[in-house]
């Protein structure tokens, strides 16, 4: 049975368990509702969790683990000289994987007989026009190995998914009958139900949780693989970034990429705080309610933008502009449009909404009181905003920067586009830089051997940005929370 | 009402600092205060007394012009402060809120230094020459607030950290610095407890010699110890505005009777 059908199976012995449950809880009290612990429902929810969620949970691994281990089985029936690395022992295992297919198939639709399976051999059948008359196409000429090999793994996963139908319904079946025969008007339903709802949300928060724990470990497992191949100095200290093609690369210091990423991200803090604060200052104490309510939302669409458009933006019309005006005409300061003025303006832009939306809120929760008291003694609104209002609620302007700045760290799209590929240690806005993240998409899209030292660093470089970010969001949390307390 | 002694006290020089003559206030369609005249008198503590929504904070407010923050409120009428129109379009409505102080129901010092907090007003207009004149400045008004022993030793300590009462006699001493002629009040001592309160009021009984001292409260003991005047507000009108002591022993007006003998409010 496959697993599909079989999850089908298991809800219907759910739904079906809801039902009679239900049932037999007013059964047992000769339909007076009244005497029953929980209301009906409670019994029928009851009989179908039991039923399903213990069996779905052991489908779900069983799906997950039984293709790794049918794999780990045969693969070690391939000879070990048919391969040199873990590369081609894939590309083997990916084709016994469509031989394996291409028999099922075959066997469907009539092509092969079930019986002919036991004789099938490379001398006697054409394995690779067999496939062909079935729609499965190969790439080459199906190996006597490779043959024996799909014939184990076919055999292995049929019995596996036997095994499997029987596990799970097994599972859903014991869980309803058990639930089925404690359903009496005495039995706590309601909290036996709700104890079940508290274990679906833990899963949920844990999957979460788990994922995150298993993106920072594979993080470190590479980069500490990484630091395997390359010393770990050359990479912190090193001053040029100049990965060659495939292996042997002398040159992967990080400095120019973390300076770079520093340097725009200098230049799109320095256009957002300012202004992004002065048009929160300026909606949340100067501005009519009328005014708001049209000028927030529009402010906030910025924030909507997808981050490549900026990067259009950046490479098409503010990259040109400035080279009109510092380029070879101009000042001459500039060579090409793509520099860290270009990508820091436009990542300044895009990052206005950040500052000002967060700062506005902050602003707002500034009591009136204050402003009160300022205006009370006599003080103007300029003077009440700098002096008073402010300084309030500058632990949670400082918070919002931060994440501002985390977001601008992590930016790739506009760098990209608006800064260019060059990795630079140069003092000049007017030049092309690049930063860790630009780097990390080219050194994992190029065709670099993936166990290189030049594919790994961009697990390095990951790693670098991940702690870089991960300061900056809990310093800015920290403070958040801090000037929560204020208040309150 | 058995603390009667304060009112006992003569009432000398009675010159007029502040007349309102058929004030009006319009809260969007709200007609809030309605047709109020009346004679605030130099160095002389005036109490405003009414239940809840009679409109004595509003009219409170319209004496130093913090209406003016709200958009939709409107005010009518003439309010002369030592003869001036405070509405008058010449008057800087921020010079006159240097004139005429104000204090909160709630407590509300800036999270800065005690130190900064009273400096806040001088600062801002000017009053001091050097640090040493602010540093004096800064003294005299906490002591003239009746605060300066609790907190000579800890100036530079956040005004925040301070007890209800010590943040509104802190309050009352930023009001002070800046030398204003009237002192409003709104509900001063509402959010403190007993002991708090009684500081309070002795303290607004001292400001009495440099002052005109307006305030709104909910106590009727209160305003019978503190104050010399009392209005009585019902509905947005004012009811009846006499000596204290006439208010309270033998008002005219059916519905302030009612009112002080816990019948309406």
Known sequence: MSASFLLLTILTLAALGFVIGRGRALRSVQGDRRRLHSLPNYYGFNVSMLAFVPAVLVLVLWVVIQPLMVNGAVSAMIPAGSYDDAGGLNLIMSDVGRVANGLDAAIAQGALEHAALKTLSTSNTDIRALLGTVGVALGSDVSEDVLSAALKFREKTLTGNWIMTVVVLVIAGAGFLAAFFKTHADLRARNLVERGVQMVLIGAASIAILTTLGIVLSLIFNTVSFFGMFPMGDFLFGLTWSPEGRGGSEHLGILPLLWGTIYISIVALAVAVPVGLFAAVYLSEYAGAKTRAVAKPLLEVLAGIPTIVYGLFALTIVGPMLVDVFGAEGLNWMQGARSVMTAGLVMGIMLIPFVSSLSDDIINAVPQAMRDGSYGLGATQSETVRQVVLPAALPGIVGAILLAASRAIGETMIVVMGAGAAARLSMNPFEAMTTVTAKIVSQLTGDADFASPEALVAFALGMTLFILTLGLNVLALLIVRKYREQYE | ?265
């Open chain 2, 1 to 265: 009402m058995n603390d009667m002694t304060k009112i006992e006290r003569t009432v000398d020089m009675q010159t007029n600092k502040i007349s309102a003559k058929n004030v009006q206030v319009h809260y969007g369609d709200t007609h809030a205060i309605k047709d109020v005249n009346v004679e605030i008198q130099d160095k002389t503590v005036t109490s405003f007394i009414g239940p809840s929504g009679c409109g004595k904070s509003t009219f409170l407010r319209c004496l130093n012009r913090m209406n003016d923050t709200i958009d939709i409120c409107r005010v009518q009428g003439d309010i002369l402060l030592d003869g001036e129109d405070i509405y008058d379009k010449r008057v800087d409505p921020v010079q006159l809120r240097a004139k005429v102080g104000m204090v909160f129901q709630k407590p509300n010092p800036f999270p800065k230094s005690i130190y900064d907090n009273i400096a806040y007003g001088p600062r801002i207009h000017g009053l001091a020459r050097n640090k040493a004149e602010l540093d004096e400045i800064v003294e005299k008004s906490l002591r003239r607030g009746a605060i300066w022993d609790e907190v000579k030793d800890r100036l530079h300590a956040p005004g925040t950290g301070l007890s209800g009462g010590q943040q509104q006699r802190l309050c009352i001493a930023r009001a002070v610095a800046t030398e204003p002629e009237v002192l409003l009040m709104d509900e001063p001592c509402s959010a403190l407890d007993p002991i708090a309160t009684a500081q309070v009021e002795e303290l607004i009984d001292e400001l009495r010699e440099k002052f005109a001292v307006v305030i709104v409260t909910h106590s009727m003991q209160q305003a019978a110890r503190v104050s010399q005047k009392t209005a009585f507000f019902h509905m947005g009108n004012l009811v009846e505005y006499d000596d204290t002591t006439k208010i309270f022993t033998n008002p005219e007006d059916s519905r302030t009777e009612a009112y002080i003998t816990g019948r309406i409010g």
